[in-house]
């Protein structure tokens, strides 16, 4: 998963004690005295949330789980900014920065589509979705003492809007924002039926207007719309403690967090640290994690998972090696085409590259026989198209008949096989044929445009050096095409700044769909953000009949629609060949000293959940000290 995926499970979440004019809107359905807003404590996508309004603390937690001790992880790259607005747009943000910020709504990892509040105490939205208001806890504070209001929650929004490429899209819907009661703040939609809307609303980090608005150490007006290095006010369970850029950034728990007591905030946020090391090179980390210098490492090289293991410490168990099981989310891996370029813009030459890549040999050679193709952009859950459509899926497809491949009505995705010579031969014959009927063909060994003799060359830019042996792996099948291929792999800064400038053939990328997908669907494939750095849309893409089915998704009323919906969607992506797909696991890799302690009963859609519910165990961290040696 990526770097920003693992900081956003440590982001602490919590359902307020209420204070007492709170208490009737706790009760979920309760009306106000001055309107006749409904009230609710939580939001689910699908149905009612499981916890009720009184609940005492998640199923999932320890609720008296120690605090103490200090976490020690790893981050590749590099870190240039403490800005979370201009993550996707400027500089390289420090992993782990959502640790500081709270939000409206926090989901629960044991519910798909389900969130509570966080500083919102309750939350309210009309039969028609046209609009939400929340209502802010009034006990709310930053972490200077002064109180999170509504202007903060307003201004935030506006923030973020004007200056995240992804808050852009995903909050396009948005039609105004204001205050409608001295704790409360109302966003109305321009359009009814976005079931989703009430609920995404409440996911943004609401940030301090008034130190954003003031002036730093030396007197210079902050901006909100470049990166800095200022260490910034937050509001969350944790605060910055030291950063040295590039190299280290420490987080401790604020002792007088003022939602430290609220019932979905019980058992988590246990550490009195977190202290993220960071690396160039994922080898070195892999040492450093074995030089009893980290504390945890996620593994995600099957190579490394199979031979990298073996030292002392894991035979004495003092390393403990666990598998978790990844429930929560569906996930397409793959190597993304620049669709902007016209090289890439005849879907026969990218099903060519999908034949040339040759996933049995290399599961084999490099991975240890670990994983499995991916076959879907929701690869792992119901919502994967698969066989051909019928019921509902089929109808919603014959509406875009027209703007869609034919065949994806009578046949299923048609996913290459290989791992032998022969269907090899066989892959590459067709990956010919088909580059040919496109306009290529091969002179002298070397693959060039019919009309203008114009040879193809493609790059392939990476930022993990890991992955060099893959491609090298790929190279020689399109090299026996007539392609020219190159490796270029670059720094992260530099690697980021490519990508916003759409500078590349091909990237390595992975996209993590959720069991409700809706709104950022739009950010990932929709038309609109085809050209707009930091979005999803790394590819390009540019269909109209993909930006229909998004409606479709996201504006379906039931699970059956959603889920029909979503597989439409799924069998139009797959047949028009907009990436190659990797592999995926299914499981999270975990390793790590035997130091903590967890609850009895992991969450259902969690996975590891560290360190998000687990805590430090003093009797094992002893027990854990290296031994005297002979």
Known sequence: MPVAAVAAAFLAAALAATPADAQDAAKGDAKTAASDKVWRHGLSLLGE??????????????????????????????????????ANVRGNIAM???????????????????????????????PDFSSVSYRLRPQARWHDGKPVTVEDVIWSFEVWRKNSPTHQRYYRHVKTVEKTGPHEVTFTFDEPGNRELPQ????????????????????KPRDVTATTLEVPLGGGAYRIKSAEPGRTIVYERVADYWGDKLPVNVGINNFDGIRFEYFRDTTVALEAFKADQLDWRTESLAKDWATAYDFPAVTEKRVVLEEFPIRNIGIMQAFAFNLRRDKFSDWRVRRAFDLAFDFEDLNQALFYGQYRRIGSYFDGTELAASGV????????????????????????????TGGSPEATRANLREALKLLNEAGWEVKDRRLVNVKTGEPFMVEFLI??????????????????????????????????????????????????????????QRYFWGSEAADVPGTGNVGGIRNPAVDALIERVIFAKTREELVAATRALDRVLLWNHYVVPQWTYGKQRTARWDRFGRPERMPAYGAAAFPTIWWWDAERADRTRQPARP
């Open 463 to 520: 930022a993990q050096p890991t992955f060099e042996r893959v491609v090298l792996r790929y190279k020689p099948a399109l090299e026996r095409l007539g392609i020219v291929v190159s490796v270029r792999t670059v720094d992260e800064t530099q690697y980021q700044n490519r990508l916003r400038q759409f500078d590349f053939d091909f990237v390595v990328n992975s996209w993590g769909q959720s069991l409700s997908p809706g709104n950022e």
């Open 96 to 126: 782990g920065l959502d640790l500081i910020f709270d939000t409206l709504m926090t989901p629960s990892s044991d519910e798909v589509g389900t969130a509570y509040g966080l500083l919102a105490e309750a939350v309210s939205f009309p």
């Open 200 to 219: 995404i609303v409440g996911e943004f980090q609401v940030l301090p207007r008034h130190w954003w608005e003031g002036t730093d150490p030396s007197g």
């Open 49 to 86: 949330p499981k916890e009720k309004p009184d609940f005492a603390h998640f199923g999932y937690v320890n609720p008296a789980a120690p605090k103490g001790g200090m976490v020690r992880l790893a981050a590749m790259g590099t870190f240039d900014n403490l800005n979370p607005v201009v």
């Open 389 to 416: 459509p019928a019921g509902q899926e089929l109808e919603m497809l014959e509406s875009v008949r027209d703007k869609v491949p034919p065949a994806l009505f009578t046949e299923p995705y048609p996913t290459p």
